[in-house]
């Protein structure tokens, strides 16, 4: 029987992504993830699995974080020209 998650997943994407934007993919080790994240080695590896797939998922949010935000912005506009201004 699989175990539950005792952690966010988006949470966790979060966290990533601002370790990863703070230290660089490079110079944050999985220990750094780790240690930042408040999750074990085993967590990570079997939710997200390798660094690389983990930094991936973390950009992937944060990319359509900001899509969405930019969209809905720019819905909320009546007119196109004072969106772009603002």
């Not at 934007?21 to 079997?46: C, E, F, M, P």
């Amino acid at each position: 029987m699989p175990r539950n998650k005792l952690f966010d997943e988006q949470d966790v994407l979060n966290k990533a992504m601002n370790l990863f934007w703070k230290q660089g993919y490079s110079a944050t080790s999985v220990q750094d993830l780790v240690t930042h994240l408040g999750i074990n080695r085993a967590s990570i590896y079997d939710t997200f699995g390798d660094k690389e797939k983990l930094f991936l998922r973390s950009f992937e949010n944060y990319r359509k974080a900001n899509t969405e935000g930019i969209i809905q912005f720019f819905e909320s506009q009546n007119n196109v020209k004072e969106g772009f201004r603002q």
